[in-house]
């Protein structure tokens, strides 16, 4: 698809100031610091406008005898300490912003050879110089109004044309394909170049930003570099393949006028960028040509005069605030060139020889011819006269013609090396430069804007409007809502051709004359959708107004309404505040209390803890007495034992010598006395048959009388009533009788004597010893050792205790038991008494009996 040219339109075309208004071309001086100490400067600045120029012994002036000191006047003189960032404040700012303007600038450094005009232009990685930051500032200005790539495109006619969507977006596709199938054609570097790569990642960006831009047109940026080496033009950016550039330098280019009378560079390489990144890398590329050698003076002295363009095009966006206007009139395209300027130089000093000379001398020509031009320029200007200017005697000042006879801004860097070594070529440059400031240059053009009626602010309105119907998009609400703009951003389509065909240029008439009614009644329409959106508006006003007065009713109420919970508010804090303070000494008192518990509990516990202290020792004690008991009860018995045992000894040794004694006695009365023999059989006779009978007698119970003087006499205690009852069960009190459950009855006359008793077989329930008894005996039966009967009575009182129980204290131990008069030898136990035993044996037996009383120690009754 063709690019959309423009048709003509009736529209004011950049022209050159009809006031004739001018500017003198701005000058600024920049020193550069010395290299060495013992360098002798050879300049004053003596205001920030002037600087003191004092010639050295050894300059020509000097030796001429006509050494004199020079005050020049600049529009502003850097001494050696300004930095980058201010020279580019103030001289380049301005100059980026008259570009956004619309306006064209040109900037060249100028001075002698090594005096730092590189550096001020272009700057180091770190510290950029006026070219970078311009970049800088571009980019960061229009960042957000650049147009797509391609939507303009150069015509080789030092002019753009503006591209459909659909064809830029067909060359995109075709360079990125470009770009994927061959591999873009590199410059080889030398060793001395640095890597752009590196140079980009180290560079610090200046933030400066220019607000004059226009919100509602789009921007793109484009860059050429070419150099003028030997009164030559090349193109640096030329795409020339490593081994070409090797074997042939670049092809040289031609200058051109183009249809606005303005110089440019035919077929030169004019690259798009779109960020300051791409810019730098294209003239990194061209620094790689540039013409650079190693002289006396500097160890990377520029041989040509390079000039880096940038061309800034804008176009206005359509109604929709989207798309640029397809109309080529309505572009504005201003340029900014900055000049590194190959250094003067005087060959005495250089001691250039061969290329290097030759080089020197066309650049000194150049710059000859620059002076030249620019000093008949100012003496036509001064005093009227029209020497023809000789800009076609370099390619440098022909470049120019457009600048310096035509319109623009032109400032001039002069950047001088104050040392006293450069003191005749720095007067050279002086001289030039205060006088160039006296040239007057025609003042930029304010770029004529069309006005296509369109509304201010839409390109903003379009984002806000595809933001809303994304969103819309997003939370699924179907958005296909008609921008219906048109009425509020267009007066209608573009004015019809008037180009004036034929004589009286009635075709043109004619259609202007239909343009212009259709134009008028789309303005009616215009006017009466305008009162109705009025109308609208007023309605929507005063509803907003009756809103708005209801809004204020419901105000005034919702205020009272605040007011009056504000003070409801206030009461409850007020009793929140005294409930708290109650609230604070309730809970100072539990905390009172509940430290007096804790202690209370303290003490409890200690006293839990002697009490079980003491119950343990009590334990003890009780079990030490009971051992102790235990203990002495066996030695007593064991004692007893051993003491019946040799009574018994001595008894039955008693009871044979009685025995032989009565039987002696017997034999003794049966040989004396018969009669006397005989009763005395029948006394024992009757005792047999008494016995015999189960029946007692008259004369049995004499032998059975009460112990009296009789039975003590003979040795006998048959029944003694004393021994009829223990008496260490008499006393006071009940007697809580605790006996085996079936008893082996006693048949003994010592039974214990318990008036009042309860008789228990187990002591189950604990109120019978605790409730009404006062005494408690236990009685148990077993056998002893000779396998007797052995009953024992183990009494005690019964004490009650704190808690509530009872305690007995064994007071008293009785035995009773029963032994055989005949001994062990008389066979197995036999408490029956014989039938056939005598009297006497009887009366021997009962004699003894053992008792247990007090104390606890049981001991034997003597024989009565
Ligand atoms: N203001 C400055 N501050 C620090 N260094 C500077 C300054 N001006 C120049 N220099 C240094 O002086 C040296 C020469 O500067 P530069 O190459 O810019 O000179 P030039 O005028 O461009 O020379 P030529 O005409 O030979 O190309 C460089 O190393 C540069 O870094």
């Not at 404040?89 to 306006?103: A, E, N, R, Y």
């Not at 002019?159 to 470009?178: H, N, T, Y």
Request: charged share 30%.
């Amino acid at each position: 698809m063709k690019p959309v040219r423009a048709r003509n339109l009736p529209r004011k075309t950049p022209s050159k100031s009809k006031s004739g208004s001018k500017d003198p071309v701005q000058v600024y001086c920049r020193l550069r610091p010395m290299q060495n100490e013992s360098d002798v400067s050879c300049m004053t600045i003596t205001s920030p406008q002037s600087i003191r120029v004092s010639p050295p012994d050894s300059s020509t002036n000097y030796r001429a005898g006509t050494a004199k000191d020079v005050v020049y006047s600049f529009k502003r003189v850097f001494d050696d300490s300004v930095g980058q960032q201010e020279v580019f404040q103030t001289v380049g700012l301005p100059l980026v912003k008259s570009l956004i303007d619309g306006k064209n600038g040109l900037l060249f450094a100028y001075g002698v050879t090594g005096s730092g005009k590189t550096y001020t232009m272009n700057g180091e990685p770190r510290d950029g110089g006026i070219m970078p930051r311009t970049l800088d500032v571009i980019f960061n200005t229009i960042a957000d109004y650049q147009a797509k790539r391609y939507t303009f495109k150069a015509d080789k006619m030092n002019g753009f044309e503006i591209q459909s969507d659909v064809d830029a977006l067909q060359e995109r596709q075709q360079d990125i394909l470009r770009n994927l199938e061959s591999r873009p054609l590199r410059t080889p570097r030398k060793n001395s170049d640095p890597d752009p790569e590196v140079i980009l990642q180290c560079r610090l960006p200046d933030a400066t930003k220019v607000d004059s831009i226009c919100a509602d047109s789009s921007y793109a940026v484009f860059v050429t570099y070419v150099e003028i080496y030997n009164n030559s033009v090349y193109d640096l950016l030329e795409d020339v393949p490593d081994d070409m550039l090797r074997n042939k330098p670049l092809q040289m280019k031609i200058l051109r006028e183009d249809a606005s009378k303005n110089m440019y560079v035919h077929g030169v390489t004019e690259v798009e960028v779109q960020s300051p990144e791409e810019a730098f890398k294209a003239f990194y590329k061209g620094q790689r040509k540039k013409r650079v050698a190693n002289t006396m003076l500097n160890s990377e002295s520029s041989r040509s005069h390079s000039i880096f363009s940038i061309r800034l095009v804008q176009a206005p966006l359509d109604y929709h605030g989207e798309h640029v206007i397809q109309d080529k009139g309505s572009m504005v395209i201003s340029q900014l060139s900055l000049v590194d300027l190959a250094g003067c130089e005087r060959t005495s000093r250089t001691k250039n020889s061969g290329q290097r000379l030759r080089e020197a001398g066309n650049i000194n020509n150049s710059l000859m011819t620059l002076r030249s031009c620019l000093e008949i320029l100012r003496e036509n200007q001064l005093n009227g006269t029209k020497q023809i200017v000789p800009y076609r005697d370099s390619k440098l000042t022909h470049l120019f013609k457009s600048y310096l006879d035509g319109e623009g801004e032109v400032r001039m860097v002069v950047c001088a090396n104050p040392r006293a070594e450069d003191y005749d070529e720095t007067l050279q440059v002086m001289k030039f430069a205060e006088m160039s400031q006296e040239v007057q240059i025609a003042r930029p053009i304010v770029p004529v804007r069309l006005d296509y009626g369109l509304t201010p602010g839409r390109r903003k309105a379009n984002q806000v409007f595809r933001t809303a119907v994304r969103q819309m998009h997003e939370d699924g609400i179907n958005a296909n809502i008609p921008v219906d703009v048109d009425l509020v951003y267009s007066l209608s389509t573009d004015f019809p051709s008037m180009d004036i065909l034929d004589h009286n240029g009635s075709k043109v008439i004619a259609d202007l004359k239909v343009f212009l009614e259709e134009r008028m009644k789309h303005r009616a329409m215009l006017q009466r959708d305008l009162l109705a959106k009025q109308e609208q508006i007023r309605a929507l006003l005063s509803e907003v107004e009756r809103e708005n007065v209801l809004t204020k009713q419901e105000s005034s109420t919702l205020h009272a309404q605040l007011e009056h919970e504000r003070s409801r508010i206030q009461s409850l804090q007020s009793k929140m505040g005294s409930l708290e303070r109650q609230n604070s000494s309730l809970q100072r008192r539990y905390d009172e209390q509940e430290q007096q518990i804790n202690l209370l509990q303290q003490e409890k516990a200690d006293l839990e803890m002697a009490l079980s202290q003491s119950a343990i020792d009590r334990q003890k004690v009780k079990h030490r007495y009971n051992a102790k008991v235990q203990m002495e009860t066996e030695k007593i018995s064991h004692e007893l034992e051993k003491k019946l045992e040799r009574d018994r000894q001595v008894l039955r040794s008693q009871l044979r010598e009685r025995d032989d004694k009565i039987r002696r006695v017997a034999q003794a009365l049966k040989e004396s006395a018969p009669h006397s023999s005989s009763s005395s059989a029948n006394s024992v006779t009757n005792v047999t048959s008494k016995s015999d009978g189960g029946t007692t007698t008259q004369s049995s119970s004499a032998l059975l009388k009460t112990p009296g003087a009789d039975s003590r006499r003979m040795g006998l205690a048959l029944r003694n009533p004393r021994h009829r009852r223990s008496r260490s069960a008499e006393g006071a009190g009940r007697w809580l009788d605790h006996c085996p459950a079936a008893p082996v009855p006693l048949g003994t006359v010592l039974q214990p004597n318990m008036k009042k008793r309860k008789s228990v077989t187990k002591l189950t329930d604990v109120k019978d010893i605790t409730k009404g008894t006062e005494r408690y005996c236990l009685t148990t039966q077993e056998q002893d050792t000779d396998g007797e009967l052995e009953t024992r009575l183990y009494k005690g009182d019964i004490v009650p205790t704190c808690s509530g129980g009872a305690q007995v204290i064994f007071s008293d131990v009785e035995l009773l038991k029963q032994s055989s008069p005949t001994g062990n030898a008389a066979g197995p136990v036999t408490r029956k008494r014989s039938a056939q035993m005598s009297g006497v044996d009887i009366a021997e037996r009962c004699s003894t009996a053992v008792e247990g009383h007090g104390n606890k120690r049981p001991h034997i009754l003597p024989k009565p």
